[in-house]
């Protein structure tokens, strides 16, 4: 790598920080979590309001949830692998949870459409 090679790497990597920060700082939080069970919502839940909770499908509980300070998180599940409990928390607006076994998605939304920069457009 010569001092050349050095410039177009360099401005790359500052392009990609100053995204990143622009994108934390800009990020805004959901008002609600949308849970979907085969592509058809089942439940919106207000994330101010702490509970805890389970998707229920013939009978069976397929995944329990603990919504506390504004955030969800997947506490158990009824499949195999078990990687939507192991997701972190969510809270901002799109983020998503997903238990692809028991075909659950859990996203985060918010009503309100201020306007404001959502870390990819103005």
Not at 94 to 121: A, H, R, Y
Request: hydrophobic residues 40%; aromatic residues 6%.
């Amino acid at each position: 790598m010569n001092k050349y090679d050095l410039i177009p790497t360099s401005a790359a990597v500052i392009v990609a920080l100053v995204w990143f920060i622009v994108s934390l700082i800009f990020s805004s939080n959901g008002e609600r979590a949308d849970i979907y069970l085969n592509n058809t919502l089942i439940e919106s839940l207000d994330l101010s309001v702490e509970r805890d909770g389970s998707v229920i499908s013939d009978g069976n509980t397929l995944l329990s949830y603990n919504i506390s300070g504004g955030k969800i998180d997947v506490t158990s599940a009824d499949c195999e692998d078990k990687l939507c409990v192991h997701q972190k928390p969510i809270s901002k607006n799109g983020e998503n949870i997903v238990c692809l076994p028991q075909k659950i998605v859990i996203t985060i939304n918010s009503d309100t459409k201020s306007g404001e920069f959502d870390g990819f457009t103005n």
